[in-house]
């Protein structure tokens, strides 16, 4: 029961703050989730220390936790999370029916972009492979597409 319980409040946070896999974390970052997260803990019962929150909800190593708080690098998250297949079908089919698409709609970059930041359609996937998953967009094709939205963003 406690396992159950765990990974429906670990849920709740990853989206929440919509946390994607292999996000990497600054540990001011990290306090800022592990305070305001809180509520969904006592929600689930459940009581972590930092570090067990570190380890338990971000997937965090106790060398990277260390290495996070003590040298200020940002580690990936979520290493090992599991996504259910039957949750990307959904999730696809949720926009490509609330999106009409089709197999051969040309789409911008924006709106691309859009739809891995909509709250609607979040996933935590990483957004490569959400492009990927999601609206079938070639492995060839995401690495253009992100370094055209990085450009117009800036970074």
């Known amino acids: 029961m406690q ?3 765990l990974l429906k409040c670990k849920n709740a946070i990853i989206k929440k703050f919509k946390l994607h896999k292999f996000d990497h974390i600054s540990y ?8 305001s997260s ?6 689930y019962s459940i009581e972590l220390k930092e570090r067990e929150f570190a380890e338990q909800i971000l997937e965090l190593t106790n060398s990277s936790y260390k290495a996070m708080k003590f040298v200020n690098q940002a580690p990936r998250i979520l290493r090992q999370y599991e996504i259910d ?11 490509i029916r609330s999106k009409r698409l089709h197999r051969e709609d040309m789409m911008s970059i924006a709106e691309i972009k ?4 909509s709250e609607e359609y979040y996933l935590p996937l990483k957004e490569s492979d959400y492009y990927k998953e999601i609206l079938d967009i070639l492995e060839l094709n995401q690495k253009h597409i992100k370094k055209t939205v990085n450009q117009k963003l800036g970074y």
């Open 28 to 35: 001011e970052r990290f306090l800022e989730i592990y305070q």
């Open 3 to 5: 396992n159950e319980q």
């Open 85 to 95: 297949i039957e949750q990307i079908q959904a999730m696809r089919q949720k926009v």
């Open 38 to 43: 809180k509520g969904i803990l006592a929600k």
């Open 114 to 117: 859009a739809i891995f930041d």
